[in-house]
Structures are given as C-alpha cells and as structure tokens.
C-alpha cells in the first residue's frame, strides 16, 4: 500500500506521498481532505464573467444540500466519488479481495447525522436548566471563530428577550481582534487554545464544549478538544467540520504530542458512549480551493442553528426534538438558497462593480445594520488572509460600533484604524476620501431605521455613484420609492412571513444573515476573480502565515509544476529566505519559523513558482514578479513550453477522471 498520508516521522514536515511516477495515483488524491480538494465545478472560474462566476457559486453552495448518494469510503481512507449506482469495489492494493469494506460519506441529512445532532439538543437543553453552573461555549479560528461569537452572542440574545440568564461564551483564536483581523498563527497554538479554555469556563460544572474547525485541522481546537477528553466529567467536547476522521489533519502539531486525527479517533471511541459527539458531513469542495469561509462557514451556520434553536424551542415547549424538527429546520435553509440566488443578476452586477473598483485600486465598504453589519464585517475580514490584500481594501461598518457587536472585550477602536468599524468612523475618517472608484454596499431590513439609511445614504450618494443596497423585506413590505432613488441599485429579498413562535423570528434573522453572507462572498470573491487574483480555483499567491496554509503552499506548487513535494518545499523555502543556498539549519527549523518569517513577505508562492520553472536565482525570480505580479502567464508559459508537461488544466482534468 502505498503511504499517502503525512506520517508523524523524525526528519520533519516532509509529506509522505508516493515518488513522483506514481504522483495521479487515485490513492493520493482519494487521501486529500474534501477541504482541500479541488472543486471541478469551479475549474475555470477565473475565465468566467460576473454572471457565470454566480452561477458557478450557486452551485458549489448547493452541494451542501446533496442528499447521500453513492459516494464511497473504504476503511482504509480512500475517498472515492463514485457516479455509479452499483458500489464500485476498489480493491485495496495489497488488499486481499473482499476484504474491503465501504461506507457512504456522511451528508448534512444523513440519517447519522441527524441522529448525532439529537444527541446533542439533548446535552444543550440539560445546560439551559442551570445557568449558573454550566455553559455552552462555541470555539473556532479565523471564520470559525467569528461565527463562533456571531453564534453565542445571538443564542444570548434569545435568552435575553426570554428574561433568561445568558448560557453561551465564545472563544476565537487571538482574542476579540480576531473578529476584525487575521491573527492567522494563532490557530497552530494547541496550548493557547486549552489556557482560553479553562480560563472562559472557570467554575463551571457542566460545560458542552462545541470546538469548530471546517478542516478537522486547527491545532488550537485540537488543544481544547483534547483537554475536554481528559475533563469528562465536566466538560462534554462536539468537534464540527467538514471531512471524514480518516482524512483528519495528521500532521504532529509542533510542540505537542498528538495529530489532529488521534484527537478526533479518540473523539470517536467516547462517541460510543456519547460523551463526545462529531458533527462532520462532507459538503464538497471549496468554490475556491481550500477558503473553508465559504460553504464550511454556511453548513457551520446551518447545522448549528438548527440544533440550538431546536433545543431551545424543546425546552421552551417541553417537547422531545425529533429528526424530523431537525431536518425541517435545516431544509429551510434550501429556501434561502434558492430566493437569493434568484436575484442571480442583480448580484452578478454587483460582482462587475466590485470587480472594477478592485482593478482600479478602489475600495469596497460594506454598511450593515445589526447582525448583517457583522456579516460585512465578517467578509471584509477574511479578504485580507484570502486573497493577501490590505485590510483597507474591503470593509465592513456596523450601527452603533462596539456596542451592537456585544463582544466580549468591547471597544476595540483604540487599537488602530481597522479597527474603527461604527458608521460615525465610517463618516468621519473614510467618507471623505471616498471617490468614485469606490463602491459601498448598504445592507438593511424594513425593520431598522430608514430615516438614519437614508441620510447617510445620501451623504455616500455625493461621493460616489457606486452605492447599492441589499435590503431583506417580508412579503408585503416594499421598500419605498425615496430610497429606492437614492440607490443605483436596491437588491430586494423576500422572505414570507414566519408563524412559528419565538425561535422562528431568530430563524427568520439567521436566514437573512446566510443570504448575505452567500451575497457578500460572491461579491468579495468575483471581485478578487475578475481582478485576477485566482488562478483556475486556486488562490496562489496566498500568505503563507501558519502551518495549513504552508502545507496549501507546497500542494499548490506541486499541482502547478509536477515537480515532487521536497523540490517544491526547498523552492518555496528559498524564496521565504531569499537565498538561492538552504543551510540544513533553514531546512530542519520547526515550520513555525518559516512562516512567521514569510508572514513578513510578498507574493513567496509565487517567486517560488518561477524558481521552479525558470530555474533561475532567487533575486531574478523576485524582480521577475515585481516586473510582472500577474502568475497566470509565469505558469502558462512555463508549462505549455515545448517538450514541458501536459498543462495545469490537463493534469487537473486527468486527476478527475481518475477520482471519477
Ligand atoms: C488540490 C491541491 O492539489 C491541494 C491543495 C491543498 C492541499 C493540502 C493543503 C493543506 C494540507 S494540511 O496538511 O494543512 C491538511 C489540512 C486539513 C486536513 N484535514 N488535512 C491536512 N494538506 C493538503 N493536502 C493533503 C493532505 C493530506 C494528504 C494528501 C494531501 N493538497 C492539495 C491543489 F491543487 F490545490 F494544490
Ligand atoms: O475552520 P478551520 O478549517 O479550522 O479553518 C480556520 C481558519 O483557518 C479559516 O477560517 C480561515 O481563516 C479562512 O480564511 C478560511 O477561508
């Protein structure tokens, strides 16, 4: 059998994959996370127009949804999509016959699923009887965790208006700043994560401890998660994301004794006697490989406020929860795809303006109100560590600053500009310098004031043409003809109105918050497309700032040259350190010198990448892409060079086929 897998070994960080020759074995891309993967939908997005780049979108995002189908996984961890309808039996190399056994992947509704996330309404609605003493917290890096505080400061919320004590705390990697930016070194810390613990929960004796990590992957969650295995009595840890264990990360986490998967098979073994619970359907590929912000964050959203609300709505009704409650919930959640992807064009339009502000070195702000401010914030935040551009390029303003987020640790303005984020920072310090390269995006509902939107709109409206609105009504409400004028365009959502009881009206505010943030992604996204940033589907000239993104590094300068992982190490090591000689020092210091040094950098993926096809030195690969940043025609020329392989394209597709 040939070792696909990162193998925890002595000489460190060389990722264990067959020899070049047998590179497009299925084995290996079967081994790679579905976090990872390359999603084939999304092949030629950055070729792809405004309109096709939604459309393209739209079905990622819908794949979240695809019922169980016949995809199989051998025990062995061989992830293999089959299309077919009788189980393909791929035999084990090495495997005797019939020794293979296959289990279908896990969907959102599969049956175990749902069952999983019964067991756990059950744990939340024990927490709700005592506040006092017990507490539910939710935990994530980066997306993660900013949904993590979207998520425990709405379920307070609901208590509140329940004159209920709150029962939810937050935790996100790097503290409350890492709401508004990217502290993206954080996430390999398991210790920070085990101290932030303890520490949120201090006195407790109940805990339910939901740690999310879209990848199965963030040492920081692996921390906590593993200090709740050793704390049963009080604490009980759900692990959500988005692999199957077997694809868990297994990498050794630097400075610490275990693998994200032994964290997560441990989790597995006290599954049995549900004193920890996994939360992991595959929902497919990233739109963009690898950016988990986008349908990992929408599943995040969609299976968490289905169970809580669940559970909130069993206790306030003294109702058992039933699989079928919970997958009413979730297939709500059909419904907002279908309703705002019916504005497909209207949004198409925006990703056109958002596009062409970004080309033209103009800016994009979002101004919400309430939690669709947070939203805005929440996109605008993950551009920088997506697509390495400057925080300043996309941001996000929100009603009443600090005092509407509720966050933990309060006003953080004094911190710095990024983060000024109230619609007064918004007048003072950024309006005036708004031009009509920029384009701002209002997002509303009928219910917050209009007056206020007005106003400040037609403060915008004198600065720039380029103002739009995304406003959310209930039927029968309309938005009214002077505001209507003051916009270039009013995107208008529809939602029917919600007759459940006092959970529906949170349904009907977490529904609204997944349209726009599916909204805000396109937008954020086809910007970056249409100015260039992504390479087929990948973003390649990431910002190699923690250990994921390093791996992502590698990978990406593997399927782009075909050269073998250790080749493709050493040339993105070289160009970290700009020398064209490693020491073996460079080579075998822990990886978290390299990327705290390459945080430091620019475009080392790309410099990297012309180290590899121009065989040439560092400082000319470096003045190379200074002369010309834009990658795409460094790899075009590099591999439909005469008697170079096959292109990035044909590899790509002949990968597919394999995995088909
Ligand atoms: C699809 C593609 O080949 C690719 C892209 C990314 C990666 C990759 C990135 C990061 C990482 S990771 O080590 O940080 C990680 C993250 C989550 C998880 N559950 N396990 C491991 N691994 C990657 N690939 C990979 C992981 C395990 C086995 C074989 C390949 N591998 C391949 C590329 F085209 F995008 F490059
Ligand atoms: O949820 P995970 O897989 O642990 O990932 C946590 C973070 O790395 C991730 O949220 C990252 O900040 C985003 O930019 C991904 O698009």
Redesign the pocket.
Same mark, same amino acid.
């Given at each position: 059998m040939i070792n696909t897998m990162f193998v925890p070994q002595k000489q460190k960080h060389i990722m264990e994959t067959p020899d070049m020759g047998k590179w497009e074995l299925a084995g290996y891309e079967a081994a790679l996370p579905v $976090?990872e993967k390359s999603n084939p939908i999304t092949r030629e997005i950055d070729k792809a127009d405004p309109v096709q780049i939604v459309h393209l979108l739209k079905e990622c995002d819908a794949e979240i949804f695809q019922e169980e189908d016949d995809t199989l996984v051998n025990y062995k961890g061989r992830y293999t999509e089959t299309r077919t309808s009788e189980p393909q039996l791929e035999v084990e190399i090495g495997q005797r016959e019939g020794e293979t056994s296959h289990r279908k992947v896990k969907r959102l509704y599969s049956a175990s699923v749902l069952q999983t996330m019964m067991d756990v309404t059950k744990k939340v609605e024990a927490i709700l009887k005592d506040p006092e003493h017990s507490l539910i917290i939710l935990s994530? @890096?980066?997306?993660?965790?900013r949904l993590a505080f979207l998520l425990a400061t709405s379920f307070n919320k609901l208590l509140k208006g329940l004159h209920k004590n709150p029962s939810y705390a937050y935790i996100i990697a790097g503290g409350d700043k890492a709401i508004l930016t990217?502290q993206?070194a954080s996430?390999d810390n398991p210790h920070l994560g085990a101290e932030a613990l303890k520490r949120v929960c201090a006195g407790k004796k109940k805990v339910l401890f939901i740690g999310?990590? @879209?990848?199965?992957?963030?040492p920081f969650?692996a921390g906590q998660l593993d200090f709740c295995l050793n704390n049963l009595d009080v604490f009980t840890p759900v692990l959500v994301?988005f692999n199957p264990v077997n694809m868990a990360r297994n990498e050794i986490i630097e400075g610490w004794h275990l693998t994200f998967r032994q964290v997560a098979e441990k989790m597995e073994e006290v599954q049995e006697t549900r004193r920890a619970f996994i939360l992991n359907p595959a929902v497919g590929p990233?739109g963009i490989s690898?950016?988990?912000?986008?349908k990992?964050?929408s599943a995040t959203k969609i299976i968490l406020e289905s169970l809580l609300l669940a559970a909130h709505k069993a206790t306030s009704n003294n109702k058992e929860v039933t699989a079928k409650n919970l997958l009413d919930w979730m297939k709500t959640y059909e419904k907002v795809h279908k309703i705002t992807y019916s504005q497909g064009k209207m949004i198409a339009a925006m990703v056109k303006q958002a596009g062409t502000s970004l080309e033209k070195m103009g800016r994009i702000y979002y101004i919400g109100w309430q939690t669709l401010g947070v939203m805005g914030i929440i996109d605008a935040s993950?551009c920088v560590? $997506?697509f390495g551009t400057d925080f300043s390029d996309v941001r996000g303003f929100i009603n009443k600053g600090y005092k509407e987020m509720a966050n933990r640790e309060g006003d953080l303005t004094s911190r710095g500009p990024e983060f000024e984020i109230s619609h007064e920072d918004f007048m003072m310090n950024v309006l005036p310098d708004v031009t009509e390269n920029d384009t701002v995006v209002f997002i509303f509902t009928l219910d917050d004031d209009l007056l206020e939107i007005e106003k400040l709109a037609n403060q915008v409206k004198n600065k720039t043409p380029n103002l739009h609105a995304i406003s959310h009504v209930t039927t029968g409400q309309y938005v009214s003809a002077n505001i209507k004028k003051t916009f270039a365009s009013v995107m208008s959502m529809t939602w029917p109105i919600v007759f459940f009881e006092y959970e529906g009206f949170f349904l009907q505010k977490f529904q609204r918050e997944l349209s726009t943030k599916w909204i805000l992604n396109a937008i954020s996204t086809g910007g970056h497309i249409l100015k260039g940033k992504i390479y087929f589907n990948h973003m390649i000239d990431l910002k190699v700032s923690?250990s994921?993104l390093f791996r992502r590094a590698v990978a990406i300068l593997q399927r782009f040259t075909s050269r073998s992982p250790i080749i493709c190490q050493e040339a993105l090591l070289k160009s970290i350190y700009e020398t064209d000689d490693l020491s073996d020092e460079i080579r075998n210091v822990e990886i978290s010198t390299h990327t705290t040094l390459a945080a430091t950098k620019f475009k080392v993926v790309p410099t990297a990448l012309v180290l590899l096809t121009r065989n040439c030195s560092v400082a000319e690969a470096m003045s190379r892409i200074q002369a010309k940043p834009v990658v795409r025609e460094t790899i075009d020329r590099y591999l439909t060079a005469p008697g170079r392989k096959r292109t990035a394209d044909q590899i790509e597709m002949q990968r597919d086929e394999e995995n088909e």
């Open positions: $976090t994530g @890096c980066g997306t993660s965790g990217s993206e996430e999310i990590s @879209c990848g199965l992957s963030a969650i994301g990233e690898g950016s988990s912000r986008m990992g964050g993950e560590p $997506t923690n994921k």
